[in-house]
């Protein structure tokens, strides 16, 4: 063994070249030495904690065993560097450039428009490349496998499903290009008609995949690794050091001497902890090359897996076994590899070792419950000898502990084969079908006396019930030696609810529903079990086909979109109208796309890390800093006291101080911030910076207490049509209900970044933020710096997705940051880490909504009141604006006479709330059609009944006064009728629930009517600049900035047009202040209509321009016309400008023109709902939509569904949750479940109403931003559909409360199962709970 201090040389290849590093760090993860050392910035950084699948990369290494060469993905972001020796690591970089040629992945996810703000895609595009290493003709399933793991906001998943899925050989992929029709292998469209619309690309142009072109693996490295005597290998860091020892002797030894060192195999959950809880380990073993840790041995009674296996390898080494064994001995094998399929990503499991989950030892790990049912037992080994232990009850010790010595080691774990009569079945709930940690995980196990239902044998284990994997021992002893039958289950039902209680205000919360899935668990096991005993003729009884359960359906179709031909007289060289892919999306798929944060280094260079205040509401009584200055790195501090200019900025009246002084209102809110020369020395310093508090009383936190207490930002807001309390008195019905709505975290994928770059004289900066409104950072920055506009600029190349979270949060942080570069005259760079990002910006107002509604028996509204508060949080940001859109979207698409609505912000001591694409309007509308809904089941009639009676018909007013022509909000509603076959799937759902005891299906429709632009005229504005070069090449600026919704592409298409040149003669580098000035907020969905305006202005000036020269030579090329102009001294450069409609609102009045035009649609989604465990799969989702004539049908398709899929998580997924002291718990993808590949619509089919204008907007298309998320409340209510269904089955009918997001836990909560029948609730205000309800 070396143990020089010196430390080891680590030998790596990264792309086919070799790495040799002389002071590997053990901090330092792949990821980081990949981004800051090599300067690949291709690979990005989302979560840092295995939760995004951002960071993908392929590991290959040598197996000198088996001589072969294995490759997989994965997450780079906890892959320690130390690791990698021997390793080839192949980055997005390494397979394909725009420089050389595009790898076929890169291609076809582009092409196929699944690339929006393109941060995810070079790791969607690494998943999908590690996969067709392995199996380049995949199936689908193992498509959407390998993708499991990586998060998109922006796409909806569906186009990059699609993009894939040209590479797959089933059947299924005849349907599949662009329409969904047409065949990559030739195979005849089932449809001629369908195959006549156009398609969103074309396969044709697509590179055939060729293995033989990949990288190979670096015979270096095979001798390398085949070297007969492979050395230890130390490396020491700055405060760690690391041992790789070779040998299990070596092993031991050293865990001996150092007992509570951790051994790091996968890193899993080691890494997290470093990084998220601040454990420092001062010495970490890695025994990855130990060899016995990987022996895989074979005895009459079972297998014995090396504990050093990962998941993927123990789920290949079972799934190997299956066959090979009669299928009573491997009950227990198929078990784990069902449940195995389950666990984490496919980047989790290629890495995540068998002995580290089980020493793990989470409360709800998914593995350790089944093994130990399955009376497994391991071999572990320290200085005293080897011994074997069960995985048992008395192993699982508590919280993340088990009965190991520390000093102790899992060699092995044995997995035994099962009995004839012996049955294993493993179940897990968690908040999202797949990559998501269960709510309760279970592995039971029952064996029978041959030709018997008399149970010799049970052990049933819980994860996700206690503080450790539990036994539910009496529950078990309440079934062994008794016959399988409803006397012994209906008695182990009561043991086991008495056995596993959980007290009202246990970690994790949802204690009813972890209760009631225990009992769910056991019947399904119940059910499974009887079926067994009907196979083996113990038991002769049929069990009815409306109570069995069946699994949810999973397999994505291929979808439809569908949208109109260009007319036919149009130029082929005329983009607009045409499926144009986003300009960058090729190389945001190599990984060439430069963000913010992939910016090179300058020169002295600091990083910003902020200091956030760790109560809701207190006085500061103190500011240490002085730790923090003495640790290495560390530069300075900054406070309040150190900005030169305003301290505080005021929105609407109220104050909104960047740090804070003396007081606190938030847990989150920004107190000082520390500089330092490298990002972890930013981190570290920002973690020694100590405050003092006192406690002021009483922080508001609920709605409910802001109410009580008042706590109001004014102005709040009413409007009235006709005379609600007279329209009262004339009514057949009056019902009262209401719905609480929670918020939504932006989720964008690049977290908020900056750099703020002193130019060096005169106070003049350069600003490289990542913001959708650079004028907003650009007036703050200079406030604050106390430094006239013309010092400052502030230039957006692309942003990673904002959704309107990269407003006033991020000027606020520029600034901050700027501060910083100003005091220190050193470029200053903050990125946001995903857990700070999420704690310190806000995000959707959470929404209680309250109402009144007065109908008729015919099914008629004439009256309805709304009281809509929002929680705002600390400070008022855009809460006031959004209070406003809320009410004035409340009509949506429903003439109700006499309707009243106010709203209020509250203001509570949680993080402010901030805009969110939508801006209220989601809100606003969930509550409306909730009402909708009540009246529907009030009447025992179809909710879509109600929608049709009282929709807006004819020449129509809205309750503001605004004359509008409801004509197309029908013709979405009755075409989405028709496309989604809506009666006949209502029927066949009614017929399935019928038929169906424990599962039902939900079908819903509903329609939406969204104004687009800014009540407030003066954003209703936009300027361009265009140059045009000698050399023909055209330079677009505008003031819109490119956040992934291809506002560049569109802005290209408008300028090709106008210009009559080839989009490929265009080019947009950047948004800018000092191009464009005063710019407006690229929000509101109207960002195209208005910089599209403005590009056209500017380029009719230039043609117009060059008519001289055009008219003069007819023939000439462009070219020659430019060059003509030069020489004839004629301005080649040209601003655009465009004044916006004059909208307003009068809110004494209660009148005005808040909105330029209105978007329309309607979308009919359908879901199965596991009424036992609250699981469900979007079944089948139809979106019908009028946006005039699509400027740009793939991006405008993109917008649909991305949007659609964000109120889908918004509606049915997405929980924010805070402690009761106000600190948000849910800070990273871990806890905060955003939809993944898993939760796509099964079919998904998106139709462009066909023949609709324009008149005021470009080229008479309409803005799509933001509209069509309300339209993912389709499935809200499709679940509450068959929630309604469910409880007809307890004869529970009428309103019933279903909040929003329906989680599982929600949706199984109001089926009202005799499960959760048997849960005794918690008395409200007789315990703490865990959580509050905001
Ligand atoms: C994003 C993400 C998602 C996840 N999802 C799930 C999920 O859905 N379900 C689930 O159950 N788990 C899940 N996990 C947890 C994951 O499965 C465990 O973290 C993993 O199995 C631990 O293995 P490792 O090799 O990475 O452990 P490491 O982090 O390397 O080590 C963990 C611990 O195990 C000890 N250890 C490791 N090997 C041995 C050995 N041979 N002998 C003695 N001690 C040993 C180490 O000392 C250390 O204390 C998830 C983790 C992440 C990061
Ligand atoms: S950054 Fe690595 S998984 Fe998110
Ligand atoms: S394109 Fe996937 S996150 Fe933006």
Known sequence: MSTGTEGDILCFFINGKKVTENHADPETMLLSFLRQKLRLTGTKSGCGGGGCGACTVMVSRYQPATKTIIHFSANACLLPLCQLHGAAITTVEGIGSTKTRIHPVQERIAKAHGSQCGFCTPGMVMAMYALLRNKPQPSMEDITNALAGNLCRCTGYRPIVDGCRTFCQEANCCRVSGNGNGCLNGGSPADEAV??????????????????????????????????????????????????????????????????????????????????????????????????????????????????????????????????????????????????????????????????????????????????????????????????????????????????????????????????????????????????????????????????????????????????????????????????????LGRAYDVLLDELVLPPSAPGGKVEFRRSLSLSFLFKFNLEVLQKLREMNVIKDELSERMQIRPLPRDIQPGLQEFQHVSKGQSSQDPVGRPMMHRSAISQATGEAVYCDDMPTTDGELFLSVVTSARAHAKITGLDVSEALRLPGVVDVITSKDIPGKKVQTMFGYPDELLAQSEVSCIGQMVCAVVADTREHAKRGAAAVKISYEDLPDPVFTIEEAVEKSSFYEPRRTLERGNVSEAFKTVDQIYEGGIQMGGQEHFYMETQSMLVVPVGEETEFNLYVSTQWPTLTQDVVCETLGIPSNRVTCHVKRIGGAFGGKLSKTSILASITAVAAWKTNRAVRCVLERGEDMLITGGRHPVLGKYKVGLMKDGRIVAADFQYYSNAGNTVDESLPVVEKMILHMDTAYNIPNLRGSGAACRTNLPSNTAFRGFGVPQSLLIVENMIEDVAMLLGRPADQIRDINMYKGPSVTHYKFEFSPENLLRCWDECKIKAEFSARRRAADQFNQQNRWKKRGVSIIPIKYGVAFADSFLNQAAALVHIYKDGSVLVTHAGTEMGQGIHTKMQQVASRELHIPPSKIYISETSTNTVPNTCPSAASFGTDANGMAVLNACQTLYQRLKPMRERNPKGSWEKWVNDAFFEKISLSATGFYRGPDLYFDWDKMEGLPYAYFVYGACCSEVELDCLTGDYRTLRTDIVVDIGRSLNPSVDIGQIEGAFMQGLGLYTMEELKFSPSGLLYTRGPSQYKIPAVCDVPLRFNVHLLSDTDNPHAIYSSKGIGEPVLFLGSSVFFAIKDAAAAARSESGLVGPFTLNSPATPERACLACSSPFTQKIPASKPGSFKPWALDI
């Open 195 to 488: 195959h006549e619309s156009p398609q969103l690309f074309d396969k044709e142009e697509f590179l055939p995949l060729d293995p033989t072109q990949e990288l190979i693996f670096p015979p270096e490295l095979i001798l390398m690794t085949e070297k007969d005597n492979p050395q230890t290998l130390t490396f020491h860091g700055e405060r760690i050091s690391w041992v790789s020892p070779v040998s299990l002797e070596e092993l031991v030894q050293l865990k001996t001497r150092n007992p509570k060192a951790p051994l790091v195999m996968g890193n899993t959950n080691i890494g997290p902890d470093i990084k998220f809880k601040g454990v420092l380990h001062p010495l970490i073993i890695s025994p990855t090359r130990v060899k016995e840790l990987f022996e895989v041995t074979h005895t009459p009674k079972g297998v014995w897996l090396g504990a050093g296996c990962t998941l993927a390898e123990v789920r290949s080494l079972l799934e190997k076994k299956v066959p090979q064994f009669p299928e009573e001995k491997t009950e227990l094998f198929r078990a784990l590899i069902q449940q195995l399929g389950n666990l984490g990503s496919q980047q989790i499991r290629n890495v995540a070792s068998l002995g580290g989950q089980i020493i793990s030892a989470y409360p709800n790990s998914d593995l350790n419950p089944v093994l130990a049912a399955g009376k497994c037992k391991v071999s572990v080994i320290s200085n005293g000898g080897r011994r074997e232990v069960p995985l048992n009850q008395d192993f699982f010790v508590g919280f993340c502990k088990t009965a190991l010595k520390p000093e102790e080691v899992i060699v092995s774990v044995f997995i035994p084969f099962s009995r004839k009569g012996e049955f294993v079945r493993v179940f897990r709930q968690a908040p999202r079908k797949e990559t998501s940690f269960a709510t309760v995980t279970t592995g039971m196990r029952v064996f029978f006396c041959e030709g018997s239902r008399v149970v010799q044998d049970v052990s049933i284990y819980y994860g996700g019930m206690a503080a450790t994997t539990v036994s539910a021992t009496k529950t078990c002893a309440a079934i062994v030696t008794r016959p399988w039958d409803d006397e012994t």
